[in-house]
T-cell receptor, first 116, second 116 residues
Framework: GAVVSQHPSWVICKSGTSVKIECRSL??????MFWYRQFPKQSLMLMAT?????????EQGVEKDKFLINHASLTLSTLTVTSAHPEDSSFYIC????????????FGPGTRLTVL | AQSVTQPDIHITVSEGASLELRCNYS??????LFWYVQSPGQGLQLLLK??????LVQGIKGFEAEFKRSQSSFNLRKPSVHWSDAAEYFC??????????????FGTGTKLQVIP
C-alpha cells in the first residue's frame, strides 16, 4: 500500500525556535497533502491543505505565519512551526490522498513536538 | 458543514466479547465514511471505508461497519475482540471538492480498553 513518512518522529526544542517537519509520499505523487494537529486525548484537527506549486489553504483559526507550509515537490510537504511556544506542543500528522477523488488518505506516523 | 459524532468516549470490553462502536454523521450528500484506528503514539491506520454500494463493509482485522442512511450512522463492529484491538478508534467523513480530493473531518474518537 501507499506509504507516507514523516521526519522527525519526535522533536524537542526551546521556546522561540523554529521547527521543520517533513512529510513524504514514498511510492506515489501527491499534489495535495493535509496537515493535522492532535492534542493529547483529542481528535485530529485539520490545520491546512498543502498544494504543490501554490499556497497552502489554512483552516479558520490557524495562523499561516505561525505554521509555514511549503509543498515544493510532488512527494514532499514541509510544516515549519515558527517561534514555537509550549502551547504548540502537540502531535502533528500529515496525510496524502493517493488517487484524486478516491477519498482514501494515507497518513504519516506523526511527529511529536515538545516545546520547552 | 460536515460533522461526525462518536458518543462513546471510552468503552471497555472483555476479550472475546463482541464490540460495537457508534458513529453518527451529518452531511448533505452521500458521504464518504471511514474508520481509522490509532495505537498510542502512532499514526492512523485505515480499517475500512464506505463510498457506495453494499452498505455492509468489511475491513481489516475482522472489523465491519454498516452504513445506515436513515439513521445517519456508520457503526463499527467486531464479533470477538482481541487484546491487541485496544486502541483509539476514529470515525471520519470525507467530502469532495473542486480539487477532486477529500477533506476529511474526524470524530472525537472512542478509546477501547480490552480486559482479560
Amino acid at each position: 500500500g501507499a506509504v507516507v513518512s514523516q521526519h522527525p518522529s519526535w522533536v524537542i526544542c526551546k521556546s522561540g525556535t523554529s521547527v521543520k517537519i517533513e512529510c513524504r509520499s514514498l511510492d506515489f505523487q501527491a499534489t495535495t497533502m493535509f496537515w493535522y494537529r492532535q492534542f493529547p486525548k483529542q481528535s485530529l484537527m485539520l490545520m491546512a491543505t498543502s498544494n504543490e506549486g501554490s499556497k497552502a489553504t489554512y483552516e479558520q483559526g490557524v495562523e499561516k505565519d505561525k505554521f509555514l507550509i511549503n509543498h515544493a515537490s510532488l512527494t514532499l510537504s514541509t510544516l515549519t512551526v515558527t517561534s514555537a511556544h509550549p502551547e504548540d506542543s502537540s502531535f502533528y500528522i500529515c496525510s496524502a490522498p493517493r488517487t484524486s477523488g478516491s477519498g482514501e488518505q494515507f497518513f504519516g506516523p506523526g511527529t511529536r513536538l515538545t516545546v520547552l | 458543514a460536515q460533522s461526525v459524532t462518536q458518543p462513546d468516549i471510552h468503552i471497555t470490553v472483555s476479550e472475546g466479547a463482541s464490540l460495537e462502536l457508534r458513529c453518527n454523521y451529518s452531511y448533505g450528500a452521500t458521504p464518504y465514511l471511514f474508520w481509522y484506528v490509532q495505537s498510542p503514539g502512532q499514526g492512523l491506520q485505515l480499517l475500512l471505508k464506505y463510498f457506495s454500494g453494499d452498505t455492509l463493509v468489511q475491513g481489516i482485522k475482522g472489523f465491519e461497519a454498516e452504513f445506515k442512511r436513515s439513521q445517519s450512522s456508520f457503526n463499527l463492529r467486531k464479533p470477538s475482540v482481541h487484546w491487541s484491538d485496544a486502541a483509539e478508534y476514529f470515525c471520519a467523513v470525507g467530502e469532495g471538492n473542486s480539487g477532486g480530493y477529500q477533506k476529511v473531518t474526524f470524530g472525537t474518537g472512542t478509546k477501547l480498553q480490552v480486559i482479560p
